[in-house]
Nanobody, 124 residues
Framework: VQLQASGGGLAQAGGSLRLSCAASGRAFSNTAVGWFRQAPGKEREFVAAISRRGDNTNYADAVKGRFTISRDIAKNTVDLQMNSLKPEDTAVYYC??????????????????WGQGTQVTVSS
């Protein structure tokens, strides 16, 4: 199973970035998919998740109303649109495949395959 995250980069506060996660084969076609992030010196934390069919989503409080997770089932990709970025959003962002089909699970223990991470840096 290979997950490939892309789209990170540098943005100014208030700006936007769009991350994308692509999977090899049908690596996550039957499961929910999540995004996590890890800032320097901090533990990795949940950001958002989307259900297998894309009809349910779950967000961390810190990103609600600013980030939107979506998936294109035909293309086997999951995107994270990040708007109104803040310096505290700076982190390495990881996509991950859930063990489950719904988006309710947000613990790392509920995800069993991870992408390599993409750096997001937000300047003030």
């Amino acid at each position: 199973v290979q997950l490939q995250a892309s789209g990170g980069g540098l943005a100014q506060a208030g700006g936007s970035l769009r991350l994308s996660c692509a999977a090899s084969g049908r690596a996550f076609s039957n499961t929910a998919v999540g995004w996590f992030r890890q800032a320097p010196g901090k533990e990795r934390e949940f950001v958002a998740a989307i259900s297998r069919r894309g009809d349910n989503t779950n967000y961390a409080d810190a990103v609600k109303g600013r980030f939107t997770i979506s998936r294109d089932i035909a293309k086997n990709t999951v995107d994270l649109q990040m708007n109104s970025l803040k310096p505290e959003d700076t982190a390495v962002y990881y996509c991950a495949r859930s063990l489950y089909s719904d988006s309710d699970y947000y613990s790392e223990a509920h995800f069993n395959a991870w992408g390599q991470g993409t750096q997001v840096t937000v300047s003030s």
